[in-house]
């Protein structure tokens, strides 16, 4: 059974970077065409896709955020992380890390349980 | 950019039939995926390419997608159903998008 788990600080300071990583186990990353997705959830509020890399290292970004974030995968550990930089108290948020299908049109099928970042000083 | 409207809240007695829509512009043409998210939890999928279900949804649990409107329908509602939807599809121009979600109340 393929499981994902986020890791990373629950606490940024405005300005700085939000860094996240996502473990998979149950699977390897880089033995399946999946893509490998962030999606976020302010509270109270519904969900926002990130941005997504597939597992030859092709990055897809939301445009609204694209100028912040970077996605990437390390194989050998079977993770892949997200950084957004230059928070803001708008950027806080639950951070879902999940798995979509071989082609873009596919589902996300196993999502991680999700960890809460915020940002405050 | 491509969006997705949702009506925020659906209520239905239990033993009735929900339906949850979700709108675009011309979706039927799309493949749609919906989400259940029950508070304090990661969203699961309950259907995706329209009217698939995963194994361990319960069939109550349908699909449709035409036009404008894909819809997700619960049959037999129970109390157990009472959570957050959304709808999501993959768009050319936006990538991966979702509705603004739905809350179902079993009343």
């Known amino acids: 059974q393929l499981q994902l788990q986020e890791s990373g600080p629950g606490l940024v300071k405005p300005s700085e970077t939000l860094s996240l990583t996502c473990t998979v186990s149950?699977?390897?990353?880089?033995?399946?065409?999946?893509?490998w997705g962030w999606i976020r959830q302010p509270p109270g509020k519904g969900l926002e896709w990130i941005g997504s890399?597939?597992?030859?290292?092709?990055?897809y970004y939301n445009p609204s955020l694209k100028s912040r974030v970077t996605i990437s995968v390390d194989t050998s550990k079977n993770q892949f992380s997200l950084k957004l930089s230059s928070v803001t108290a708008a950027d806080t948020a639950v951070y879902y890390c999940?798995?979509?299908?071989?082609?873009?049109?596919?589902?996300?099928?196993?999502w991680g349980q999700g960890t809460l970042v915020t940002v405050s000083s | 950019s491509y969006v997705l409207t949702q009506p925020p809240s659906v209520s239905v007695a239990p033993g009735k039939t929900a339906r949850i829509t979700c709108g675009g512009n011309?979706?039927?043409?799309?493949?749609v995926h919906w989400y259940q998210q029950k508070p304090g939890q990661a969203p699961v999928l309950v259907i995706y390419?329209?009217?698939d279900r995963p194994s361990g949804i319960p069939e109550r649990f349908s699909g449709s997608n035409s036009g404008n409107t894909a819809t997700l329908t619960i049959s037999r509602v129970e109390a157990g159903d009472e959570a957050d939807y959304y709808c999501?599809?993959?768009?050319?121009?936006?990538?991966?998008?979702f509705g603004g979600g739905t809350k179902l109340t079993v009343l």
């Open positions: 999940a798995r979509r299908g071989p082609t873009n049109k596919d589902p996300f099928d196993y």
């Open positions: 149950g699977g390897s990353i880089s033995s399946s065409s999946y893509y």
């Open positions: 890399i597939y597992y030859s290292g092709s990055t």
């Open positions: 011309n979706i039927g043409s799309k493949s």
């Open positions: 390419y329209d009217s």
């Open positions: 999501q599809v993959w768009d050319s121009s936006s990538d991966v998008v």
